[in-house]
Structure formats: structure tokens, C-alpha cells
């Protein structure tokens, strides 16, 4: 039986914001977590250029790069929904 599945891959994403301060600000709040991986499956590279958030994602099978993306799409959403909401009290 052969076996078909999905592996090695690599996953960038180029988000693009509203400037280059809140591409910062994502980074900062983000990159904590590229430092803490619950098992070698992924690992995740942040970086910016300009307004642009830059997320590489590396992993080893289709359900590691998903989980992966979708952690980090969830904490994207969510930073930016705390910041839209800064100043507005």
C-alpha cells in the first residue's frame, strides 16, 4: 500500500497592515511564541518589512503546518482587535 500524504512544508505569509507600527507591535506581541513549540512537527519564523507581517511556517505534515497557521491567524486577529479598540474609552 502506498502511503499518500502531505510533508515538508513551507508556509509564508505576508499580511499586510495598516503601517509600519502595528506590523511592530504584531511582531512583538508574536514572537514570544516562535520560542515555545510543543514538539518539533513546526516552527514558525516572524519578521517585518514595512507595513508587511512576515510569518514563515516550516512543518513536517499537512496537520502541523494547519494547527500552526491557525494558532498564529487566531493571535493575529485577536492583537488586532485589541488594538482597534485602544484609545476608543
Known amino acids: 500500500m502506498v502511503s499518500n500524504f502531505i510533508s515538508d512544508i513551507e508556509l509564508v505569509m505576508k499580511i499586510k497592515l495598516e503601517n509600519r507600527l502595528v506590523s511592530k507591535l504584531l511582531f512583538d506581541a508574536l514572537n514570544i511564541e516562535t520560542t515555545y513549540n510543543p514538539n518539533d512537527r513546526a ?38 482587535q485589541i488594538l482597534s479598540n485602544i484609545g476608543k474609552k
Not at 514558525?44 to 500552526?68: C, G, K, N
Open 43 to 80: 516552527s514558525v519564523r516572524l519578521s517585518t518589512e514595512d507595513e508587511q507581517l512576515i510569518l514563515i511556517i516550516i512543518a513536517q505534515d499537512s496537520v502541523s503546518a494547519r494547527a500552526a497557521m491557525n494558532s498564529y491567524m487566531r493571535w493575529i486577529n485577536l492583537s488586532l
